[in-house]
């Protein structure tokens, strides 16, 4: 008896993405890079809004809605949303993490692309954000 197993591609799944995070008042920026089945350089910027708080915290293990921007982009409402996704963080995004580590899931267009990412903390002296 021989048994054949085909395998189709229904997603894209990206191995590893690197990048930043930052921490705003009101959410935390992930910028990705090497994300495969994203728009040319492979470059994302994923916006997970908290609502505004002393300090954003973002649960362990626990799928949360992102907004995907493109590469160059900042939630700052001058650039449109490129589409919806999701990630999950392996650890707790507290403020004082220095890495963070999980896994993403967005729709491009009917194209499911999902893999996973690490990314240190970037901290500026002048935020790009400004809450008021």
């Not at 921490?23 to 728009?39: I, N, S």
């Not at 900042?74 to 589409?83: H, S, T």
């Amino acid at each position: 008896m021989i048994l054949l197993l085909a395998v189709f591609p229904t997603a894209s799944s990206g191995q590893n993405a690197t990048g930043h995070f930052e921490v705003y008042c009101d959410g935390v920026g992930f910028f990705l890079a090497k994300v495969d089945g994203a728009p040319a350089p492979g470059k994302l910027f994923l916006f997970l809004y908290t609502g505004y708080q002393v300090t954003p915290y973002v649960p362990k293990e626990t799928w949360k809605d992102v907004y995907v921007y493109r590469n160059g982009c900042i939630a700052d409402g001058k650039c449109e949303v490129l589409a919806r996704g999701k990630v999950w963080l392996g650890d707790e995004a507290m403020p004082d993490a220095r890495r963070v580590s999980g896994k993403y899931e967005i729709e491009f267009n009917g194209q499911h692309v999902r893999g996973q990412f690490a990314a240190k903390r970037h901290d500026y002296k002048h935020p790009p954000r400004l809450c008021m």
